[in-house]
């Protein structure tokens, strides 16, 4: 059982950063693959990237490429997400999420445990 808490979050002016952290719970947290995914009005959550257990490998949707790094210290059992180059088509909900398996899978159903989400908002 994995308990995750998302924070970070907040408001941003378009071409600012913002880095969102994720915190979890648990002693097998260097085990889990973890992903953030977001979910903007009226449209499906949908990965926004991913990292392996070890943090050897990532995972970015095109839209964040060059713009979004993912990052993970196990020894803090925590999850990053820099966001730089922000763009108002980033405004969303924020969630980390987490899976016990090797690989970094892209779909909502591939994990398990998810946390409350954050609010990200970018004003153009």
């Known amino acids: 059982q994995v308990q995750l808490v998302e924070s970070g979050g907040g408001l941003v002016q378009a071409g600012g950063s913002l880095r969102l952290s994720c915190a979890a719970s648990g002693r097998t947290f260097s085990s889990y693959v973890m992903g953030w995914f977001r979910q903007a009005p009226g449209k499906e959550r949908e990965i926004v990237c991913g990292i392996s257990a070890s943090g050897g490998g990532t995972y970015y949707a095109d839209s964040v490429k060059g713009r979004f790094t993912i990052s993970r210290d196990n020894a803090k059992n925590t999850v990053y997400l820099q966001m730089n180059s922000l763009k108002a088509e980033d405004t969303a909900v924020y969630y980390c999420?987490?899976?016990?398996?090797?690989?970094?899978?892209?779909?909502?159903?591939?994990?398990?445990?998810w946390g409350q989400g954050t609010q990200v908002t970018v004003s153009s």
């Open positions: 999420a987490a899976r016990n398996g090797r690989l970094i899978l892209v779909g909502n159903s591939d994990y398990s445990y």
